[in-house]
């Protein structure tokens, strides 16, 4: 990963933390995909081991599969997992560390693990404490022997203000969970708030000078922050380049926020007041992990082994009891093409008709998060696929996104063109898959030029 | 003695920058499972 290459560049040690939600997509149980997920799951703890990650907190995501499947990832994996207060029900006692701490910089830091309330359910035989009855005290210890206190939460915002609140001698919380959206540091009560976006796209980097005062000096990374945010939206706006922009709503809502942010600039580079050298400060930024971005050969080659692993144990699992019944709707592109013959040519050369051989190239095919959105369906909804197992007994023919992702379903259309007429698609269709999450930067009215078909 | 004033003076005086750790910090977060991101 990158983080040693950044770390030696800017000659200053560097600590790693995860504040929680690492393993699974969804909180809940891995019904039905333990053994699978548990693979995925044991790749990724193995690869944040490699990477020097010294801790990482727990939240709802990372009990998916129970709290038994944590402590066995933790034992084969080496990484530390941490939470004050989720406990055994019967001893009280916490099951995980509750703290850890490093020494950083000639600094003691104490890393706590504070995990939202609603992450266990009733009767497992473990609990999440409030943090009321676990954290002042805990903080108040720590404060004691460390020089800086850091909080990694999957609680909400609201509750982490409180804590800032109540135990002031947390200095910075790293928050997890909820909307998981990308947060530039925040103050409020001299306790620091960050978090960055889900999915592991971005990495936030902080640079922190920590000083005896232990207090923080005022922020000013939300000038650089907003500066960021503008940057990225003009450059949206310039590559949408479309004529049409007053009918794209996307277009017209990233237009208006950039708006605000140039007011909002403003506003901050008038309010800007010298700085006390004696107290703390920090700067911050979100690197984007993209895959252009060099990777760590011993991490890729963790990630590879788990994904062969996982693929291994898809295969066998793959049904070919014949079409379900679901499916039976759709016809696939190359039936369409006997009518459509311009229309399909036209479709294989977009992205839309290799998509499935851009998954297997990533070793991928067997995510159904990721497949989901690379094959033909009649619905994009990932719990009732999953539900029904259409994605383990997908034929070759809706193996890519074919007419039908955009038009619906068309067996009935080509049993009788006249009476069943396939959709025409609208935005709201490649949002499906197109979200913000899997493409921040899709702009509808720009992209959709590159897949509509030509006219009959 | 006077010299021993004035220096004990300037020691005073000057101002000496309170000594900063400096570190990087690296945090993520909800990667949820996510080896590759899609798109």
Known sequence: MQIQQIAEQEKLPSLFLDSGGLLFAQPGSLAGQEEQTFLAAEGIAEAMQAMNCRAAGIAAHDLAGGVELLKKLQQESGLTWLSLNLVDTKSRKPVFAPSLTVAIAGLSVAVLGLTDEQAVPAGSGYAVLPWQEVLPKAAAAAADKADMIILLSSAPYEVNKKIAETAPAIDLILASGHDAAMTHPVLSNDTLFAQTGARGKYLGMMRISWTEAGRWAQDFSTLRAEQDRLDQISSQLEQAGIKEAAKDTRYQTLLAEKKQIELKLKALREQRTPQDDSLCRFSNQFIALESSLPEDPKVQEIIARAKQKFNDLSMKRVTTDGLAAPLKVLAGSQQCGKCHAAQEAFWRKTAHASCMKTLISKNQQFNEECLLCHVTLPYYDLAKVKAERLLAQLPEKLQNVGCESCHGPAAAHAENPTSARAARPTEQTCKACHTPEQDDGFVFAGKVRQVRCPNR | ?39
């Open chain 2, 1 to 39: 003695m006077l010299k021993s004033l004035l220096f004990a003076l300037l020691l005073t005086v000057t101002a000496v920058p309170a000594r900063a750790a400096d570190f990087l910090l690296f945090y993520a977060n909800d990667v949820r499972g996510e080896t590759e991101p899609c798109g």
